[in-house]
């Protein structure tokens, strides 16, 4: 009895120390992991040599990377000779690629002549392009008499195809006879098709009456298709004797097979006896 007492006892006591090694195990796991983060939390007394060691390299990693970006963080004075000459090149060529792109980091006084250079042509470029695209960035004060030329036919051909297109932004005093005559062709046979397809913007009375027709035609099928399809906005009045027959069959094929599936609206008094009797039983109403 007492022997078995004491493995009780043992086996506890075993069990106990450990999960408190596990503990202790999962603690210093984390704080490790915090130090190696570089967070103020770390507890630098509770770390191995190896694991010192592994911080340090960490934080000179960390460090190297915010100098390489530029970062205010960066301490300099802990780089190695060759980190700081490559800390120095990472710096030229960001701040090349800033003066190329037209950033405001960009530092001229920084730049190589040939560097230098090159800017100047990607800035003539940029202007070039924005002012061709119509940019309020533009200086046309620095285009060339032959540059003017090509962005101003760039600006009347933006112009003509906004005056094609019906945009608010056409100009049409700038078009000449023949772009002025393409635009009113444009602009009516925009319109013809909006009224034809019932979308947009129409004026009637712009059409021709050939144009007055067909939107007559195009508004019968669609009124057709609405009631049809059972729609609001089918306006019943404006049927036929045709349209009515034709949207009476249309419903008959759609209640028989509402009432053969038993899915949607069927009215079993519409069918004759013969499609009836095709039909699967009723189911009895719940009492």
Not at 4 to 20: E, F
Not at 196 to 202: A, E, L, M, R, S
């Amino acid at each position: 009895m007492k022997h078995s007492a004491c493995l009780w006892i043992l086996t506890v006591v075993v069990s106990v120390v450990h999960v408190a090694a596990f503990a202790q195990t999962t603690e210093h796991a984390k704080n490790f992991s915090t130090c190696m983060q570089g967070l103020a939390a770390c507890t630098s007394a509770s770390l191995t040599q190896p694991e010192i060691a592994a911080v340090a390299l960490a934080e000179h990693n960390r460090n190297l990377a915010d100098c390489r970006m530029g970062a205010a963080s960066c301490d300099g004075s802990k780089l190695t000779p060759a980190e700081d000459n490559a800390v120095a090149v990472a710096w030229h060529q960001r701040n090349v690629s800033d003066c190329m792109e037209g950033w405001g980091a960009c530092d001229r006084s920084k730049l190589t002549p040939s560097e230098a250079h090159g800017v100047a042509e990607a800035e003539r470029r940029r202007n070039i392009s924005n002012c061709t695209q119509g940019w309020s960035a533009c200086d046309q004060s620095k285009l060339t008499e032959s540059e003017i030329k090509n962005v101003a036919l760039a600006v009347h051909q933006r112009n003509f195809g906004d005056c094609l297109d019906g945009i608010a932004s056409c100009n049409l005093s700038a078009l000449t006879p023949r772009e002025a005559g393409l635009v009113s062709a444009s602009a009516h046979d925009r319109n013809a098709r909006n009224c034809v397809q019932g979308f947009g913007p129409c004026d009637l009375s712009g059409l021709t009456s050939v144009e007055t027709n067909q939107v007559i035609a195009a508004e019968h099928l669609r009124n057709l298709s609405d009631c049809k399809s059972n729609l609001e906005s089918c306006d019943y009045s404006k049927l036929t004797a045709a349209d009515n027959k034709e949207l009476a069959r249309t419903e008959h094929q759609r209640n028989l097979a509402a009432c053969r599936t038993g899915y949607g609206y069927c009215d079993r008094s519409q069918l004759s006896a013969t499609e009836v009797r095709s039909l699967p039983a009723e189911h009895a109403p719940p009492r």
